[in-house]
């Protein structure tokens, strides 16, 4: 079963940094509709720093050093709730693999998970509370409960799983974040973050089938 490595993460970031900028005005609408329409400004303006630290990740960096990397940045650079939520995910999903050269694809669910705790400890948002968790929580579900010998449709199936918790916070009423003014409001109106995370994962799955 394929290990992945370091520049196999590597490309994944700067597939996910071209998500944020071709996302970058559909996130901000959604934002727009049911929150400060900043979320995809948020986004590209964290993921252009990444892809600008990227260009100069020393060749020793490891990959719990890469995502470390990635996760300060966007803590560092992205503003709004979704900058420390997305910055600790990635930060906690690479101290899964400390000292690894190559991790399973167990590690890497192992990652996704710890990174998914870290959004719920830090944001104490629930499943159904049209955060970007209604996407992650039963995503994550699906993964790890999917086959592990072949971690490319396990990694298409979280990713579909997630898409479909992302429609699911349509119907919602908002309970945590900005959205969560509008009341009965934001019914009828999708969660930006669930958007922008099934879009961000999906990027494992397209770097797996290049
Ligand atoms: P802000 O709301 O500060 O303007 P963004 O617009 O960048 O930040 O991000 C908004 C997204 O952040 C929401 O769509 C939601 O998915 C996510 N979010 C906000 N608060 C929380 C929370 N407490 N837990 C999980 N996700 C949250
Ligand atoms: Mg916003």
């Known amino acids: 079963m394929a290990d992945f490595d370091r520049d196999y993460f590597i490309a994944v970031f700067r597939r996910m940094a071209e998500t944020a900028e071709t996302n970058r005005d559909e996130w901000t609408r959604l934002d727009g509709d049911i929150g400060d329409g900043d979320h995809g400004i948020n986004m590209?303006?964290?993921?252009?720093?990444?892809?600008?630290q990227l260009d100069a990740?020393?060749?020793d960096t490891d990959i719990a050093g890469t995502f470390k990397l990635v996760g300060m940045t966007l803590l560092r650079k992205v503003g709004g709730?979704?900058?420390?939520?997305?910055?600790?995910?990635?930060?906690?999903a690479g101290a899964e693999v400390a000292d690894q050269t190559e991790v399973s694809f167990d590690?890497?669910?192992?990652?996704l998970r710890a990174g998914v705790d870290s959004i719920q400890a830090r944001g104490k948002a629930q499943l159904g509370d049209k955060t970007m968790l209604d996407s992650y929580l039963p995503g994550l579900d699906v993964l790890e409960a999917a086959d592990a010998a072949d971690?490319?449709?396990?990694?298409?199936?979280?990713?579909a799983r997630m898409k479909q918790g992302s429609d699911d916070t349509i119907p919602l009423v908002a309970k945590k974040g900005r959205a969560m003014r509008l009341g009965e409001r934001s019914v009828g109106h999708r969660d930006p973050?669930?958007?922008?995370s099934?879009?961000?994962m999906n990027c494992f799955v397209e770097e797996l089938a290049r």
């Not at 590690?107 to 990652?111: E, P, S, T, V, Y």
């Not at 973050?193 to 922008?196: K, T």
């Open 44 to 52: 590209s303006i964290g993921f252009r720093e990444v892809v600008k």
């Open 57 to 59: 990740i020393p060749d």
């Open 81 to 92: 709730a979704s900058g420390p939520l997305y910055g600790s995910f990635f930060m906690k």
């Open 107 to 111: 590690d890497l669910r192992r990652m």
């Open 151 to 159: 971690p490319g449709a396990a990694l298409t199936e979280f990713v």
């Open 193 to 196: 973050g669930s958007q922008s």
């Open 198 to 200: 099934w879009q961000l």
